[in-house]
């Protein structure tokens, strides 16, 4: 296995050389390296990506329902979420008479604190985390857990009866989905040994057949479970019952305006790079690469950042296309889907990849191959289908007007 | 604070350990999202789950059959668009009709045809609209967008046909407005070839999606008994299984020369009347209305759009009642006039208001999600119920 050098070596190795200033005790630097990081972390990735993803969403919702999106502000209207930043800065901020300020007031920044501590374990590459915690999935199932605290708080506070529905059920929705999502993290931890994240994606490798997703057919299914439960907890559609907006107004976020809702947003569309980069650190092998580049720090852990991100990415398009595709269910559905279907489905898959473990200490290849197989015809079937559908609706695009005046009007 | 105008009962319970509970009253509108207009329901619930829903209407009233008094007679017939603004077309063909009646005027052939045309456009157009945004009030927004990406075809269309897009004001007395404008047949053909195919792509997008029929199945059911007694009409009616409609039933204008089906709910997904019957219903009227636009285009007779009507238009003192078969159904309209060339009296019966009175009888013990799923199914619109 390749010497992967630690943040720790990395801050000895410029303590070393003089670039940082010895006579320091060495936990200060690397403390001030952590926060360093952190920082870049948050504003150099952390609030662009939940602000790109808006754009993104609103792209890909676009092209979905069979319009543009945004296209006015920059490129492609990619400046729009900046735009939208701004104009939600500049808003006033509302606190309702009958709230109740301070809570009010507080709730917005739990949340956020939720959603960016969890940044604080995500491996992003090799060497590019900001606390490699021995017991990494766990603090970021923990911290998550912040959000429902801020959601209940802003339910309650707001003094609205829309807000109240809405708090109450995404405390009883998250909390019951933490269950279905913490039992599907298991049988990972069984098969690496570890609750690192880092050590959980050094226990898989680059090529697909070494992921956890194909090791075998518990945690395949561990997966999706997993996967279907983050979209309960990060409140997307199916399951975005806190906000359901044609039946609790805007759900907890009734009453926000301004910076406070635009962090309950940002807090939504970050949650879903975290759901995707939790789900491919623990089934998709992670930042792994085929190349060990051990003279090159700085490509590897680009190629590595590289990696990371695309595969995490991809779940972030995938959850839109999820958003823009899928009804919403009930409430009462929403809880029978939990405790009645996954929460067993979870329970079996943690028995069954115990027991597989036993049963198989080395793994079955034939059986690691047919999932593999599986999951490639699937993907290419639904690629297929795209792709005719793609065309059929090109096909179509010159008569999207009988009227030669609204052609002429409509935009390019 | 109370709500003001309404008192609500409420209700204070008190279980075995003496921990008292007290249900929570909501006012659901009328700047609720998905209240379809100005509704407004107060609502006293359970946590999620509603003891009742009381409608409150006439947020909307504008007086519009009382204008009728004082507009005359060909005056009137632009108000008539906003009697029901989702599918104006046949307000004015109700209108029209009832004048004609109390005239004894004879309509032209081709005129008739082109109300029917113009009638079954505005009934997919408005049937688009409230399949769109049934599955917007579910959740799903996509399905909302391709309905609308369809209807603005239609805008289109009848664009061209009258000049506007929402409001129509396309009929007349004696006949319609305009004659079809050249090539304008083609465009509908056009459009059909294009439309149909559509229908079954939106029943492969959403109708069969199984988040959304359970969303719809076994929700707020309806016996066929109940709908009667509740004076259900159209496609509220048929969706609980009772085949009755007023084009075929009590045929006007030359729906006796065309052949068409009467699409019944059948309680295929779950129970008999439930409301994803009643959105079913809708889905096969639409292609049920692109059959009759296809006869209709083949069959266009010749010769003028209008009867010749008097300018000021003097019907002989009387009463009538003319029904037509709107998009939400049975709508009547009883005009009394006495001689004069200003209408006596004239009233409305509309669907909507029909189906907001069961509202309250079928909203017992639903969730409030339910309820959104409830007041799309019924297909309210606002102005129809108020007036």
Redesign the interface.
């Known amino acids: 296995m390749t010497e992967f050098p630690s943040m720790e070596s990395l801050v000895h190795g410029l303590v070393e050389s003089g670039v940082a200033p010895a006579g320091i005790p060495m936990w200060m630097h690397q403390l001030l390296a952590m926060l360093i990081f952190g920082g870049i972390v948050v504003f150099g990735f952390v609030l662009p990506i939940a602000g790109i993803t808006t754009w993104v969403e609103r792209r890909v ?1 676009g092209r ?4 543009i999106g945004p296209n006015r502000v920059g490129p492609l209207g990619f400046l729009q979420w900046l735009a939208d930043g701004v104009k939600n800065m500049l808003k006033e901020d509302i606190v309702p008479t009958a709230a109740d300020g301070p809570l009010f007031r507080a709730a917005p920044y739990v949340v956020i604190t939720g959603f960016v501590a969890s940044f604080a374990a995500i491996p992003f590459a090799g060497n590019l985390i900001i606390a490699d915690l021995n017991v990494g999935i766990l603090y970021i199932t923990a911290v998550t857990a912040l959000v429902v605290v801020g959601i209940l708080m802003a339910g309650w506070a707001s003094n609205n ?2 807000s109240l ?1 809405g708090g ?2 995404s405390a009883a929705q998250i909390v019951s989905y933490e269950i279905p999502a913490g039992l599907s993290i298991f049988p990972v931890v069984l098969l690496a040994g570890t609750l690192s994240m880092q050590g959980i994606i050094r226990a898989q490798g680059a090529a697909p057949w070494t992921w956890y997703l194909f090791d075998n057919p518990f945690t395949f299914i561990a997966f999706f479970v997993l996967f279907v439960s983050s979209l309960a907890e990060g409140n997307r ?2 399951f ?2 806190p906000e ?6 805007a759900g907890f976020a009734t009453e926000y305006s301004g910076m406070r809702n635009l962090l309950f947003f940002m807090a939504e569309w970050g949650n879903l790079y975290v759901i995707g980069a939790i789900a491919t650190t623990l089934f998709l092998g992670g930042w792994q690469i085929p190349w060990a580049l051990d003279d090159h720090p700085v490509l590897r852990n680009a190629l590595q950042f590289g990696v990371f991100f695309t595969k995490s990415y991809a779940f972030v398009v995938l959850a839109i296309w999820l958003r ?10 929403m809880m029978e889907m939990c405790w009645k279907y996954l929460v067993p489905i979870a329970l079996v898959n943690f028995l069954g990849t115990a027991t597989w473990m036993v049963l198989f200490p080395q793994g079955l290849a034939p059986v690691r191959w047919l999932l593999l197989l599986a999951a490639v015809v699937a993907i290419a079937a639904f690629v297929r289908r795209v792709a005719f559908h793609i065309r059929y609706a090109r096909l ?1 695009r010159r ?1 999207l ?3 030669p ?2 052609t002429a009007r409509s935009p390019g | 604070m109370g709500l003001t105008g309404f008192e609500v009962e409420v209700q204070r319970q008190t279980d075995g350990g003496g921990f008292v509970t007290e249900d ?1 009253t ?1 006012s659901m509108g009328p700047q ?3 209240t379809h207009g100005v509704l407004r329901f107060v609502v006293r619930a359970d ?2 789950v509603m003891k009742e829903a009381i409608p409150d209407i006439g947020y909307l009233h504008r007086s519009i059959e009382k204008i009728a008094e004082k507009v005359g007679w060909h005056g009137f017939i632009p108000y008539t668009d906003r009697v029901d603004y989702v599918a104006a077309m046949f307000c004015n063909h109700g209108w029209a009709m009832a004048a004609e009646k109390l005239g004894g005027i004879e309509v032209p052939k081709r005129a008739e045809y082109c109300r029917v045309i113009a009638d079954e456009l505005c009934r997919i157009h408005s049937h688009l609209l409230s399949v769109g945004s049934m ?8 399905p909302f ?2 309905a609308i ?1 369809e209807r ?2 239609l805008n ?2 009848f ?2 046909l009258c000049g506007a897009r929402l409001t129509f004001h396309y009929m007349r007395i004696g006949g319609v407005g305009w004659d079809l404008p050249p090539g304008w047949t083609d ?1 509908v053909i ?2 059909l070839d ?1 439309f149909e195919p559509i229908v079954d792509e939106y029943d492969r997008l ?1 109708s069969y ?1 199984k ?2 029929a ?2 719809l199945v076994n929700v707020a059911v309806i016996t066929p008994e109940e709908a009667v007694d509740f004076n259900l009409v159209g496609p509220n009616l048929r969706g609980s299984g009772v085949s009755y409609d007023v084009r075929r039933d009590d045929p006007y204008s030359i729906y006796p020369e065309l052949e068409f089906d009467v699409p019944i709910g059948r309680g295929e997904m779950g129970t008999l009347g439930d409301c994803f019957d009643r959105y079913i219903v809708r889905m096969r009227e639409m292609r049920e209305s692109c059959r009759i636009l296809r006869q209709c285009l083949r069959q266009l007779p010749d010769g003028p759009v209008i009867a010749r009507v008097p300018r000021t238009f003097k019907p002989p003192a009387g009463d009538c009642y003319v029904r037509l078969e709107s998009a939400r159904g049975d709508m009547g309209w009883y005009v009394v006039s006495d001689g004069t060339a200003f209408p006596y009296r004239c009233k409305i019966r509309t669907g909507s208001f029909a189906a907001i009175s069961m509202t309250q009888h079928v909203s017992r013990d639903l ?4 309820l ?1 799923a409830v007041i799309a199914s019924f297909d309210l619109v606002a102005p129809e119920i108020d007036r």
């Open positions: 919702m979905i329902q069979s319009r009866k829309w529905l109450i059920r559609t199916p975005d019952l359901a907006e044609s039946e609790l107004v823009w595709t899928l009804p919403r269910i009930r409430v009462d559905q179509e008569h007007s009988f009227n005046l609204a | 929570m909501l609720h999202p998905s946590g999620e599955a917007m009030d579910i959740g799903a927004f996509t967008t391709h990406r603005e075809y289109d269309l664009e061209e465009k056009h459009f294009r959403i999606n988040i959304y359970e969303r969730m409030i999600a339910d959104i």
